[in-house]
C-alpha cells in the first residue's frame, strides 16, 4: 500500500525544509524527500560553508592591523586541509541538526532521488508515496559551459571538496559568487585571475558597489580579464590552460597556465530525474513556471526557491516555504517584496545592499532621485598603513525625501 501524505516536498534544502516543518507543525502529514545531505545549497555548498572560508581568509590580515596597534606575530601559515576539515565537521553538524529539526516537527524524511509516478504519486528507489499537494523545492546547481576541456574545471560545489589549496586560481564569472570566491581564495594566499565577460564585476548592482569591488579585487593582487571569455582548455603535464578570447578590435587571445578552475557562470536547476513535462508541469527560460501562490500549471503541484524564483537568496527560498505551508495549511500569509531583500558580498572588504540602484531608481522615478555618497576611512584602520576607504551611498527620492 502507497503511504498517503497532505504534502510532499521534494528537497530538503532552505524553501523545502522551513516549507515541511511549517506545515507539520500546522498538523499536515508531511514528508520531505532528499537525494544528497540535508541542508541543501546553503548549508552544505553555499552561505554556511562560503561563509566560514570568508571568516578564514580574514586572519591574513591581523598582522599587519596589529602591527599600529602594537602587536607582533610571526608569518602566518594557513593549513588548507585542516581548515577544510573542521568546516567539513561544522557543515555536517548543522545537516543533522536540520534532520533533529525535522524529526522534531513530524516531519518524515525519506533519502533518495524523487520522480513523479503520476499527477499524486512520487516514487523514491523502489518506494511510492502520494500526496495531496506535491511541493517542487530542489533548487539549482552551478553549470559548466559546453567549451572543448570544461570536465577539467570545477563550480563552487567541487571547491568546497577540493583537498589541497589551488596556487593558481582561474574564475570564470563576475557575479557575486565568482567575486567571493577570487576575493576570499586571494586573501588564504593563492594566485587569483578572475575572467569576465563585461568591464565591470556585478552586473545589476549599483556602479558605485561594481567599481569599489572591483578595484579592492584589484588593490589585493587578483588579476581581472575583463571583456573575455575562456574558448577551450586543455591539460598541460600538471596544470591546465586555459586559452581566453578578448573582445576589443580585433579580438585578442591570450593563455593562462593554473592548476585550478572554477565556473561561476549560472546555475540551473536538474529537472531531468523530476519527468516534469510527463505532469504537464510548465517550466520557462530553466525554472519552474508559478503563480503568486507558488501554484504551477497543475493546480497542487507547487514549486519555490531557486528552482523558481529569479533571487537566489536564502532568506527568500525560506520565507517562500514557510508562506506556502500557511497558505494551505494556516492562517499567517506574508506578501514577499521581490524588490527589497537586503543582499551582502563576502568580498573582502564585503559590500551590502537594499534597495534599487542607482541607475534603476532613475529609470523608475526621472528627474526624482538625488544620491548622496561618502568615502572615509574606517577607525580600525587610523592605527594602520591600511589605506583602505569605506563607501556609502544613500539613493533618495527627491519629492518625498
Ligand atoms: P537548495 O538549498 O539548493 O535545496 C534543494 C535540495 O533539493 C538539494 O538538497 C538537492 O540535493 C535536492 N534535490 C534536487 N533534486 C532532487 C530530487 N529529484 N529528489 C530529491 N532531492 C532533490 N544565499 C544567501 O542568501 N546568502 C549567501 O551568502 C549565499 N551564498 C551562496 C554561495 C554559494 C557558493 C551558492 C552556490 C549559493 C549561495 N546562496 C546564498 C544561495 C542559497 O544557497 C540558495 O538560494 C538556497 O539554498 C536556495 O534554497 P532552495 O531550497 O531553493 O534549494
Not at 96 to 124: D, E, N
Not at 203 to 229: H, K, P, T, W, Y
Not at 316 to 323: K, P, S, T, Y
Not at 384 to 394: A, F, G, Q
Request: glycine content about 8%; hydrophobic content about 40%.
Amino acid at each position: 500500500m502507497t503511504e498517503s501524505y497532505d504534502m510532499i516536498v521534494i528537497g530538503a534544502g532552505s524553501g523545502g525544509v522551513s516549507c515541511a516543518r511549517r506545515a507539520a507543525l500546522l498538523g499536515a502529514k508531511t514528508a520531505i524527500i532528499e537525494s544528497n545531505e540535508v541542508g541543501g545549497t546553503c548549508v552544505i555548498r553555499g552561505c554556511v560553508p562560503k561563509k566560514l572560508t570568508w571568516y578564514a581568509s580574514q586572519f591574513s590580515k591581523i598582522p599587519e592591523l596589529a602591527k599600529g596597534y602594537g602587536w607582533s606575530f610571526s608569518k602566518p601559515i594557513f593549513d588548507w586541509p585542516k581548515f577544510v576539515e573542521s568546516r567539513h565537521h561544522e557543515v555536517s553538524r548543522l545537516s543533522q541538526i536540520y534532520i533533529g529539526m525535522l524529526k522534531k516537527a513530524g516531519v518524515t524524511l525519506i533519502k533518495g532521488r524523487a520522480s513523479f509516478k503520476s499527477a499524486h504519486q512520487i516514487s523514491v528507489g523502489n518506494k511510492i508515496i502520494s500526496g495531496k499537494h506535491i511541493v517542487i523545492a530542489i533548487g539549482n546547481e552551478g553549470i559548466l559551459p559546453d567549451i572543448s576541456g570544461a570536465n577539467h574545471a570545477m563550480t563552487s560545489r567541487q571547491l568546497f571538496e577540493c583537498e589541497t589549496q589551488p596556487k593558481h586560481i582561474v574564475i570564470i564569472g563576475g557575479g557575486y559568487i565568482g567575486v567571493e570566491f577570487a576575493a576570499i581564495l586571494k586573501e588564504l594566499g593563492s594566485n587569483v585571475t578572475l575572467v569576465i565577460r563585461r568591464d565591470l564585476v556585478l552586473r545589476g548592482f549599483d556602479e558605485m558597489i561594481r567599481e569599489a569591488v572591483q578595484s579592492n579585487l584589484q588593490e589585493s593582487g587578483v588579476q581581472i580579464c575583463i571583456n573575455s571569455e575562456v574558448s577551450r582548455i586543455s591539460k598541460s603535464k600538471k596544470d591546465y590552460d586555459i586559452h581566453l578570447q578578448t573582445n576589443c578590435n580585433p579580438i585578442k587571445t591570450s593563455q593562462i597556465t593554473a592548476d585550478a578552475i572554477l565556473f561561476a557562470i549560472g546555475r540551473k536547476p536538474d529537472f531531468g530525474p523530476l519527468g516534469l513535462d510527463d505532469m504537464g508541469v510548465k517550466t520557462a527560460h530553466g525554472l519552474v513556471s508559478i503563480d503568486k501562490n507558488y501554484a504551477t500549471s497543475v493546480p497542487h503541484i507547487y514549486a519555490l526557491g531557486d528552482c523558481a524564483n529569479h533571487k537566489n537568496l536564502t532568506p527568500v527560498a525560506i520565507a517562500e516555504g514557510r508562506d506556502l505551508s500557511e497558505k494551505l495549511f494556516g492562517k499567517k500569509r506574508r506578501i514577499i517584496d521581490y524588490d527589497t531583500i537586503p543582499t551582502a558580498i563576502f568580498s573582502v572588504p564585503e559590500a551590502g545592499t537594499v534597495g534599487l540602484s542607482e541607475d534603476v531608481a532613475l529609470e523608475a522615478y526621472p528627474n526624482d532621485i538625488i544620491c548622496y555618497q561618502s568615502q572615509f576611512k574606517p577607525l580600525k584602520y587610523t592605527l594602520t598603513d591600511i589605506n583602505k576607504k569605506s563607501v556609502v551611498k544613500l539613493v533618495v527620492q527627491k519629492s518625498t525625501n
